[in-house]
Structure formats: C-alpha cells, structure tokens
C-alpha cells in the first residue's frame, strides 16, 4: 500500500484505501527538445496549490469533498528514458489494480507512456483524448524513439487505429500530419465543445486515457513551458474542454504534463496549471460520485 505524501496538493489527503483518485508526480524531462525544466513541475504545483481555494465556483464543489491521495513524486532515473518508464509505470499499474484512477502530475510529456502501459494492461479497449499544441506522433526525433516528440506515436502502437482523438494540435512536421490523417482523429488548433461532444458520444462507456499537455494553451496565458507555440487556447476554454471530459467520459487515468516553472519567473504559468488540476480532480470526482 502506498503511505502518504507529507506535502499534498491542495486538500489531497484522504487515506489510500479511501481515495477513489491517486496523484503522483514524475519529474522527469531527460528527453526535452527544447527549454528544460518541467522535472520541477510537479513539485511546484503541489507547493503552489495552497494559494488557492479548494472550492471551484465553477463546479460549485469543493476538494474538500473529494477523496484524493497524494502519494508524491518519484525518485527517477534521469539517465534511461526506459527506467523512468518502467518506474512510472509501476506506479500507475499499483494505482489502477488497487480500483482507483492515477492522476500523474509531469514532467515531459513522454511520461503519459509509462501511465498508458499500465492503464492498457487493465483496459485493453482503452482510448486517448489528447490535448496539445503539437501532434507528438514522429516515428522518432534525432534518432530516438522515446522522446516526447514521439509519445502519442509511441502510445498508437499499444492501442492502434481510431483510438486517439487529439484536440488543439497547431504543430507537427509534414511527415506527421500526413501520418496523423490515416490514424488517429486530430482536431485542430482549438478545443471546441461541438467536436469534443461527438468524441465524447463516441466513446460513450468505453475507458478513456486524457492527457494534457499545457502547452495547448497560448504562450500569453502559459509561456512556463519547453516548447511555447502562439495561437493557443484560452485558460477558460481548457478549463471547460477538461470539465467536460472529465465528468462525461469514463476516465481510466489521465494526466496534466510540460509545466517548467522557472520558465515564467511571475509564477502566472503555475498558477494555470493547479487551478486545471483542482477542476480536473473536481470534475472526477464528480463523475466517481454519479456512476
């Protein structure tokens, strides 16, 4: 069983066996192609998060009501981008065999992976929606087949085709979005709740793997991040595109990555990612409470 963090997220401190959501960090960006420094991601929103309340007035909820656990970050190996996999993946697969759902806090993307293997192992008919600036579906970057460039390339071949569904992609080589059009669903540059209802209806009752990566969002509102891309989405347009996954879809695992606090030296970029996670967590455990 695991033993409780002594920092949690906000108001995450409800006793394992109680806890119905798992958080967990992975603070790992060894194969980051750009700006490093989401390794420290995790921990700052979980020291970050008491500048907010636990109560959403968007949810009319509060954490507070919510069984949460916080088991921590992991102590990774920075050396093999596998071993840091297979750590993660431990982790999340402990999570998941225990009937509750991992929440990984990144970290570079390519830790959603590790979180994919395991979640995979109990849901085989598992399902992706992924929201991103960029495709991540090279073949492989630089010669490296495990990169954050290539995650959701990496998690297509676990699941296969029509399984993916991304959101708010604006970048990606050719070779990538040719690629992408023959097998995953991808939508472009927003997050609109039309698009994003009908891959709701779509996946009706069937388990579902979201990942966020925050650099969907424009570089005004979320510059604290590797690999900024202008032309993104607004904080309130994620924060209802999670919602709505979250309370609608039968969440099997998800995760929030790509945050490098010292990136944004005002603290505004790490402010953005507690606040999706406490409305993420909320709109979870909402979902738990109704099904």
Not at 163 to 171: D, P
Not at 196 to 210: F, H, I, N, T, W
Request: aromatic share 8%; with cysteine.
């Amino acid at each position: 069983m695991l033993k409780a963090n002594i920092e949690n997220f906000l108001a995450c401190d409800a006793p394992y066996e109680e806890a119905d959501i798992v958080l967990y960090g992975a603070p790992f960006d060894s194969t980051t192609s750009y700006r490093p420094g989401a390794r420290f991601g995790s921990r700052a929103v979980r020291s970050e998060s008491y500048g907010l309340e636990s109560y959403s007035p968007y949810q009319d909820k509060d954490l507070l009501d919510c069984a949460v656990f916080d088991s921590g970050d992991l102590e990774l190996c920075f050396g093999s981008a596998e071993a840091a996999l297979s750590d993660l993946e431990m982790r999340a697969g402990e999570i998941v065999k225990d009937g509750k759902v991992p929440f990984m806090i990144g970290g570079e993307h390519l830790v959603t992976l590790a979180a994919v293997r395991a979640v995979r192992e109990k849901y085989p008919d598992l399902h992706i929606i992924h929201f991103d600036a960029h495709a991540d579906l090279r073949d492989d970057y630089l010669g490296a087949k495990l990169s954050h460039a290539c995650v959701i390339r990496r998690c297509h071949e676990l699941l296969g085709d029509g399984r993916i569904y991304q959101f708010g992609i604006r970048s990606g080589d050719r070779e990538e979005w040719s690629w992408g059009r023959e097998h995953v669903y991808t939508h472009r540059f927003n997050l609109a709740q039309e698009s994003l209802m009908e891959s709701l209806r779509a996946l009706q009752g069937k388990p579902v793997y979201l990942t966020v990566d925050l650099d969907v969002l424009d570089t005004s509102v979320f510059p604290g991040t590797g690999t900024p891309e202008p032309g993104g989405v607004s904080f309130d347009e994620l924060r209802s595109a999670v919602t709505l996954v979250c309370k609608n879809a039968k969440i099997a695992g998800c995760d929030v990555n790509e945050l490098a606090p010292m990136l944004d030296v005002s603290g505004a970029s790490t402010a953005v990612a507690c606040k999706i996670v406490r409305e993420m967590l909320i709109a979870l455990s909402l979902n738990n409470t109704e099904q």
